[in-house]
């Protein structure tokens, strides 16, 4: 097996493709603290040790230039929840699949029944306020795709838990319409609804142009966190990642692996703006909050893929500016590259991965 040492990788340089403007919310000062303020409410010093890896996330910068337009009552809903979702999908990482199912059940409890589930932990409590404050202003539909989105996150997670445990790694289609929903994407995208006061019929989110405009976006938001995320998930053996599956699948090393991701999103964001000029119209009130929640996904898209991903400390700690500038990011393991040929199962031993190998023959599917 050849043995291939990558001690850094040089990403993509999506701001070249993604030319949408960065547009940020005037309330962006008063947000972090007020977050900050809820999400720790009620918890000792010990717990909020526990939550050190919030110290540089950044959500109500995030909150501020994915939400730009919204009012603030809105807004700060919109901080508190991302502040939440990150929270969730950390402690996800760390779950089998029956904690993992435990905890959906908890919250898809909270969700459904704020009012009379008897729950009173942290994460039920936070879930009841978000569904409460959503419901003042938001329409039914609205309510009813934020429950229904969050309830796919997880299960597309307790999915990646199961994926995880077993140790192998799902082709590339599988991977793609698995990750549109461990995004969450799907949920802050009812969430530009929600901060926007629009009210977009069901049969509008259902035309072809509108859920093609919907998957692209996903897909940038989705694969570019990949990028940008793989040298954390790498180092604590997280397989669910785009550039893993295309190495696996496409006996790709890591470099190649890069190009093929940075390309995909490439097409991702071309493939956006061509919808974008094919959308109907359905008269004029309903465009006007089309246009508002097309406009809310591209701001997601430069947000994720340009802006926040190198302001907050998640992904590059405090090399995020030097990385937004050079684009090369430091790895902390040594990659032992799989044969061609061969299907891997990956581990990590002593920070380094290694990806087992297992012959294939011309009959294996």
């Given at each position: 097996?050849?043995v291939?040492?990558?001690?850094?990788?040089?990403?993509?340089d999506?701001k070249?493709?993604?030319?949408?403007?960065?547009?940020?919310?005037?309330?962006h000062?008063y947000l972090?603290?007020r977050?900050?303020?809820?999400?720790?409410?009620?918890?000792d010093?010990?717990?909020?040790?526990?939550c050190?890896?919030?110290?540089?996330?950044?959500?109500?910068?995030?909150?501020?230039?994915?939400?730009?337009?919204?009012?603030?009552?809105?807004?700060?809903?919109?901080?508190?929840?991302?502040?939440?979702?990150?929270?969730?999908?950390?402690l996800?990482?760390?779950?089998?699949?029956?904690?993992?199912?435990?905890?959906?059940?908890?919250?898809?409890?909270?969700?459904?029944?704020?009012?009379t589930?008897g729950?009173?932990?942290r994460?039920?409590?936070?879930?009841?306020?978000?569904?409460?404050?959503?419901?003042?202003?938001?329409?039914?539909?609205?309510?009813?795709?934020?429950?229904?989105?969050?309830?796919?996150?997880f299960?597309?997670?307790?999915a990646?838990?199961?994926?995880r445990?077993?140790?192998?790694i799902?082709?590339?289609?599988?991977?793609?319409?698995?990750?549109?929903?461990?995004?969450g994407c799907?949920?802050?995208?009812?969430?530009?609804?929600?901060?926007?006061?629009?009210?977009?019929?069901?049969?509008?989110?259902?035309?072809?142009?509108?859920?093609g405009?919907?998957?692209?976006?996903?897909?940038?938001?989705?694969?570019?966190?990949?990028?940008?995320s793989?040298?954390?998930e790498?180092?604590?053996?997280?397989t669910h990642?785009?550039?893993?599956?295309?190495?696996?699948?496409r006996?790709?090393?890591?470099?190649?692996?890069?190009?093929?991701?940075?390309?995909?999103?490439e097409?991702?964001?071309?493939?956006?703006?061509?919808?974008?000029?094919?959308?109907?119209?359905?008269g004029?009130?309903?465009?006007?909050?089309?246009?508002q929640?097309?406009?809310g996904?591209?701001?997601?898209m430069?947000a994720v893929?340009?802006?926040?991903?190198?302001?907050?400390?998640?992904?590059f700690?405090k090399?995020?500016?030097?990385?937004?500038?050079?684009?090369?990011?430091?790895?902390?393991?040594?990659?032992?590259?799989r044969?061609?040929g061969s299907?891997?199962?990956?581990?990590l031993?002593?920070?380094?991965?290694?990806?087992?190998?297992?012959?294939?023959?011309s009959?294996d599917t």
């Open positions: 097996m050849p291939v040492t990558v001690t850094s990788l040089v990403l993509p999506l070249t493709h993604c030319t949408f403007p960065v547009r940020r919310s005037r309330y000062k972090s603290a977050t900050k303020a809820w999400f720790f409410r009620g918890r010093d010990d717990y909020k040790k526990q050190a890896t919030f110290k540089g996330l950044k959500p109500a910068l995030l909150a501020s230039v994915t939400y730009p337009n919204a009012g603030y009552p809105q807004l700060q809903l919109c901080s508190d929840f991302l502040t939440y979702f990150f929270f969730l999908d950390d996800s990482d760390e779950l089998g699949k029956a904690d993992t199912k435990s905890v959906a059940d908890l919250v898809m409890n909270s969700l459904y029944h704020p009012y589930y729950s009173s932990t994460i039920s409590e936070m879930a009841k306020d978000l569904i409460k404050r959503i419901a003042k202003t938001a329409t039914i539909g609205v309510q009813h795709r934020f429950v229904e989105t969050f309830d796919l996150f299960q597309s997670i307790h990646q838990a199961q994926e445990t077993s140790g192998g799902t082709t590339v289609d599988e991977y793609i319409m698995l990750r549109r929903d461990t995004s799907r949920t802050c995208w009812s969430l530009i609804e929600y901060a926007n006061n629009l009210d977009i019929p069901e049969e509008v989110h259902e035309h072809p142009v509108i859920r405009l919907s998957d692209s976006a996903n897909d940038v938001v989705a694969w570019s966190n990949d990028l940008y793989y040298k954390v790498s180092s604590r053996n997280d990642n785009m550039l893993v599956v295309v190495m696996d699948q006996n790709l090393d890591l470099p190649q692996a890069v190009d093929v991701v940075g390309k995909m999103c097409e991702a964001i071309n493939r956006f703006k061509t919808l974008q000029t094919q959308v109907p119209s359905w004029r009130i309903i465009d006007e909050d089309v246009a929640y097309i406009q996904m591209a701001d997601w430069v893929s340009v802006y926040w991903s190198f302001e907050t400390e998640r992904y700690g090399a995020n500016k030097s990385v937004k500038t050079t684009r090369l990011v430091q790895l902390f393991a040594t990659l032992i590259l044969r061609p299907r891997g199962k990956y581990r031993t002593n920070n380094v991965v290694i990806i087992q190998t297992v012959h294939c023959s009959t």
